[in-house]
């Protein structure tokens, strides 16, 4: 049986490399492409700020901080992939973990992050996100699905007076 912490490791690694191929392979591209018509489609563009361009840096400082703010989650989610007792919630701290650390990446190289998948319904616009956003959203269904998983009762019952 696979160790929860080697779920995490590969679950986090994964997420990383994938983000950094996908990157590598669209970073080139400028021209806007459908994927699914009316749905998604691929349509580079830098984002210098946070979800939703909230917070939006423009300055070095900016830039150094949310560097700062990130490098210190990665660390925290990183000690919860590391103490993670269950298979599930190490295979959700690893891809937020994962996803946490190719926007840091992007963030250190360019103090913005490299968006590129722009979901709509039809002409109404969603959100840009990327690879890693997409790894996180996904390490965090998979820690609320282990939350809501039931567990047995522990067999130890209480001292009697």
């Known amino acids: 049986m696979t160790s929860p ?3 995490a490791a590969f679950c986090a690694l994964a997420a990383l ?39 939006a840096q423009d300055s070095t400082l900016g830039c150094y901080l949310l ?10 989610v990183a000690v ?11 295979a959700g701290f690893g ?14 190289q360019h103090c913005a992050v490299f968006d590129f998948l722009s979901l709509h319904l039809g002409s109404l616009p969603l959100f840009v996100c990327n690879f890693a956003d997409i790894a996180i959203s996904a390490g965090v269904l998979l820690l609320m699905l ?13 001292s009697q007076p």
């Open 5 to 7: 912490r080697r779920i």
């Open 17 to 55: 490399l994938c983000n950094l191929a996908i990157e590598r392979l669209l970073m080139g591209a400028s021209a806007r492409s459908v994927l699914i018509s009316g749905l998604a489609d691929v349509q580079p563009a830098w984002n210098s700020g946070v979800s939703f361009s909230l917070f």
């Open 80 to 90: 919860m992939a590391w103490r993670a007792v269950h298979n599930l919630a190490a």
């Open 146 to 158: 282990d939350s809501m998983r039931t567990r047995p009762q522990s067999t130890s019952s209480p």
């Open 95 to 108: 891809l937020v973990l994962g996803g946490a650390l190719g926007n840091l990446w992007d963030r250190v």
């Open 67 to 76: 560097i700062a703010v990130l490098s210190v989650i990665s660390i925290a």
